[in-house]
């Protein structure tokens, strides 16, 4: 009992010394004093809190790299929907900083081009949306690394066809130097190692009814594996993204 | 005042036959065209083949152009022939009229033989108007090209001193001074105006057979006798325009620059890496330029000039106006790896095509020190190495059909009219649209139902949950071709994917063709 007060009585300084120590592994620019005050002082949640339990304690790192692969080729649309979402949840339109979104020629032949009404669904103000079309797919990690690099970006959502670990390596050394996120989608899969923080793999799963409308879809339903994370461990949770409040909840058993 | 030179080549196709025969020999032998053979082109002509241009060999024989094929034979047994090419001496003409923009920023092709240079302002660059004249005729004799230069005025006036002063002159003999345009074209014959030959011949007839006994002619009798049939060989228009009394045109080759900066090299640059020390010269001049004017540059361009006659030309645009040094620098490391040395380059003009008015920016105490930083400068550095159309924004357009409903633009242009429709306007959009629909195979339990299975790149899909149609309804003005009426369905399988399906034309409106699928759009 004795010792529990103790502890509690300080708390706080157990909190300063675990936020001295999330800077020095720069963990996340969200407790890292030399970037508090640049506009990316809010913490990045998915808010379902299975999921948030498995991320370090000061969430989603804002300055670091994430891959999300289908766990099927046909699931590519869904690992970068999600993306789109987790962005959605962390940028504020307000500010006016552009999205830049690299599409693959691949990636483009396969899924379809950026279209603007849909990623306002999506909760993402195409207004501010900077599209890339690369003609060659080995030009897409030199513009993300330029994107990063240039630190006035709210985020670079990309789509890579292959991406080596060296050239992760260096994506997420860019992230930190421009202090923006960076949100690959990976359509060779999560084969290969790759120095990014957290990866998922994210699948289709059938989903619910529209509330009004028995025979429409309902709200998207997702399985998200993080497959890797540092500070974190890996998890498996099916949730559902909810586009008109931003918001993720778990998915209940099976509706139906 | 304007001052101009006007640059004759007389036997121009067939230099350029024997510059790019020693090209493809790398200067090996001596072209066939070159020697004491007399040569000539010849080209068709209304009764059999004529002389298009001869050497000086054939023209000390006596032949000249325009003569038939079987009269030169006649005159000359030993005249060695090959046909004409006057397309590709065009190109090389203009090809060489870009290589002159190193003397002046504005440079012009006259006719098929010639060349303009408005040398307002930049004879003081050569040391003088002579002396730039001895340079040009050196640098053309360098070149293996047979030239006679003009100096005057005016176009015409240049034009007349070029290619009908006597040959044996000096270039500097061929100057007219400032003002003395009309003393110096006066005993020049009447041909010299560049007039129609009709009405040359009709002037020889009537005993006028110089420019100054022209000009002393009364003006309406000249206006009667010679009425304009066609508006740019008018006798007295031709005059009036080589005496300097109305202008002249001139239609450059190269857009002339808002400022330039230029840099003589003493030795000629061969590798690429001297392109990037030249540049480091010219930009801070340049920027300096511009900063005094309150300019910033939108379109820059750096333009090689090589000792073998050609022009490279290696250009950097940038979304918004903008005058730093780095910043150009930059971009120009993308693109400047392009140019092409060739036998080496011995001179260099930076150009500022296209230039706005830039005022110096306040940053404001209220935003943010990091993230304020000019997302153009990307922008730039994305187009410069992926291309002008690599990046662009995306902005609504008012129309219903999805594929235009949004429209790509270049960054940095005004906002568009038309904001984005809400998220709660209507149904669900994909946020991946494909560019053309791929075509499906639909079962449906009824013609107008949602489908029950469909089959798209050759996996069949179950339907679990659809919800349309939603119709969208051709607009009256589309061409024929358009008009067909969508329903469109957002479709669940039971994999959980989504897709934006679509029926084409209407159900039991024509028995023979039934309603098409196609998958339109995916969603996440």
């Known amino acids: 009992m004795l010792q529990t007060r103790a502890l509690l009585a300080n708390s706080a300084d157990v909190t300063a010394l675990r936020h001295h120590i999330a800077a020095l592994e720069h963990r996340s620019s969200a407790l890292c004093s030399s970037v508090v005050g640049t506009g990316l002082s809010k913490s990045w949640w998915l808010g379902v809190p299975a999921l948030d339990a498995a991320l370090p304690e000061t969430g989603l790192m804002v300055d670091g790299l994430h891959e999300a692969a289908g766990a099927t080729v046909a699931d590519g649309p869904t690992a970068s929907a999600f993306l789109a979402a987790l962005l959605a949840r962390f940028t504020d339109d307000d500010r006016g900083n552009p999205v830049l979104i690299c599409q693959s020629r691949h990636g483009m032949a396969r899924f379809g081009r950026v279209h603007g009404p849909g990623w306002r669904d999506l909760g993402l103000e195409p207004a501010n949306l900077l599209v890339l079309r690369a003609g060659r797919d080995g030009d897409v990690p030199w513009a993300i690394e330029e994107g990063l690099r240039c630190g006035v970006l709210a985020a670079v959502l990309a789509e890579v066809e292959e991406l080596s670990f060296t050239a992760s390596r260096r994506l997420s050394l860019a992230a930190r130097e421009g202090a923006t996120p960076a949100l690959l989608v990976r359509h060779d899969g999560l084969g290969s190692a790759s120095a990014a923080c957290t990866r998922w793999r994210v699948s289709a799963l059938p989903g619910g009814s529209d509330p009004f409308d028995e025979d429409a879809p309902g709200l998207p339903r997702w399985q998200l594996e993080l497959v890797r994370c540092r500070g974190g461990r890996p998890v498996t949770c099916n949730v559902e993204w909810n586009r008109e409040t931003g918001n993720f909840h778990m998915a209940a058993a099976l509706a139906d | ?524």
């Open chain 2, 1 to 524: 005042m304007k001052r101009v030179i006007s640059i004759w080549l007389p036997r121009w196709p067939i230099d350029r036959l024997c510059r790019e025969r020693a090209q493809e020999s790398a200067g090996a032998t001596q072209s066939a065209a070159v020697g004491p053979t007399p040569f000539a082109l010849i080209a068709a002509g209304r009764r059999g083949p004529v002389l298009w241009s001869v050497d000086c060999a054939a023209g000390a024989a006596g032949l000249h152009c325009g003569m038939r094929l079987a009269d030169a034979r006649a005159l000359c047994a030993n005249l060695a022939t090959e046909p004409a090419d006057p397309m590709s001496d065009r190109k090389g003409l203009e090809r060489l009229a870009l290589w002159c923009n190193r003397f002046a920023p504005c440079c012009a092709i006259d006719g098929d033989d010639g060349l303009l240079l408005d040398i307002t302002g930049c004879a003081h660059l050569f040391g003088g108007e002579a002396a730039l004249m001895n340079e040009i005729t050196e640098r053309f004799v360098g070149l293996g090209i047979d030239t006679r230069t003009g100096l005057a005025d005016t176009l015409g006036g240049a034009r007349a001193l070029a290619r009908f002063r006597p040959q044996d002159l000096r270039p500097e003999e061929r100057i007219a001074g400032f003002g003395e345009v009309g003393g110096a074209i006066a005993d020049l014959p009447v041909e010299a105006l560049g007039i129609a030959i009709a009405d040359a011949h009709l002037l020889r007839r009537l005993g006028i057979v110089t420019i100054g006994a022209l000009d002393r002619l009364p003006r309406a009798a000249l206006a009667r006798r010679f009425p304009c049939r066609k508006q740019e060989d008018g006798v007295l228009l031709r005059l009036d325009r080589a005496m300097g009394r109305c202008a002249e045109p001139i239609s450059p080759v190269a857009r002339a620059p808002a400022c330039m900066e230029r840099l003589v090299l003493s030795e000629p640059l061969i590798d690429r890496d001297g392109v990037n020390a030249v540049l480091d010269r010219l930009m801070p001049g340049l920027v300096a330029t511009l900063d005094r004017q309150g300019l910033g540059v939108r379109n820059l361009v750096l333009w090689c000039y090589r000792v073998d006659g050609g022009a490279v030309r290696c250009a950097v645009s940038t979304a918004r106006a903008t005058r730093s040094e780095d910043h150009l620098l930059r971009l120009f490391r993308e693109t400047a790896g392009t140019v092409d040395p060739g036998f080496g380059i011995d001179c260099a003009a930076l150009h500022a095509v296209r230039v706005e008015p830039l005022e110096p920016v306040q940053p404001l105490l209220t935003e943010n020190g990091h993230r304020c930083g000019d997302v153009n400068l990307l922008i730039d550095r994305l187009r410069a190495r992926l291309g002008t159309d690599a990046v662009c924004r995306l902005e609504p357009v008012d129309c219903h059909r999805p594929e235009k409903a949004e429209r790509e633009t270049m960054p940095g242009r005004d906002p568009a009219p038309f904001s984005w429709p809400g998220v709660s306007d209507g149904p669900q959009r994909p946020f991946r649209l494909f560019d053309r629909p791929e075509p499906v195979d639909v079962i449906a339990e009824a013609p107008e139902s949602p489908p029950r299975l469909f089959t798209w790149r050759g996996a069949c899909r179950s339907v679990a949950r659809a919800a349309g149609p939603e119709r969208i309804e051709p607009e009256w003005w589309a061409d024929m071709c358009e008009r067909t009426v969508r329903d469109y369905y957002s479709i669940e399988d039971s994999d959980g994917r989504r897709y934006w399906l679509y029926r084409a034309g209407r159900c039991g409106a024509d028995r023979r063709s039934q309603p098409r699928w196609y998958v339109h759009g995916l969603y996440g």
